[in-house]
C-alpha cells in the first residue's frame, strides 16, 4: 500500500505561482509512473503532467510551458510548479502513482485562480 500526500494548494491571483508537493509513504519512483491530475466542477479529471522512472515528461497541451514537474527521489516527493496561472487552471488537484497493475491517489488539494 502507497499513501500519497499533496500539499501546497491554495488561492492565487492571475499570473501568480504555486507549487504543488506530493509526498509518497515509501519509495516508489523508480517502478511506478507518477503523475498529477485535475478536475474543475462539472467536468472529467484529466492529466496535467506526469514523469516516469527513467525521467521522461509529458504534459498536457494547456500547460506546456506554465507547469514544470519534477521529483526528488531522497525525499519521496514529485512537484508540480505552476507558474503563469490562469483562472482555467482552478481546479481540485490529484497526485497518482501507476504501475501496470496498480493505481494510487492522493486525497485531492483545491487551487483557485482568481481575482
Known amino acids: 500500500q502507497v499513501q500519497l500526500v499533496e500539499s501546497g494548494g491554495g488561492l492565487v491571483q492571475p499570473g501568480g505561482s504555486l507549487r504543488l508537493s506530493c509526498a509518497a509513504s515509501r519509495n516508489i519512483f523508480s517502478t511506478y509512473v507518477m503523475g498529477w491530475y485535475r478536475q474543475a466542477p462539472g467536468k472529467q479529471r484529466e492529466l496535467v503532467a506526469a514523469i516516469t522512472s527513467g525521467g521522461r515528461i509529458n504534459y498536457a497541451d494547456s500547460v506546456k510551458g506554465r507547469f514544470t514537474i519534477s521529483k526528488d527521489n531522497t525525499k519521496n516527493t514529485v512537484y508540480l510548479q505552476m507558474n503563469s496561472l490562469k483562472p482555467e487552471d482552478t481546479a481540485v488537484y490529484y497526485c497518482?502513482?501507476?504501475?501496470?497493475?496498480?493505481?494510487?491517489w492522493g486525497q485531492g488539494i483545491q487551487v483557485t485562480v482568481s481575482s
Open positions: 497518482n502513482a501507476h504501475s501496470w497493475n496498480q493505481d494510487y
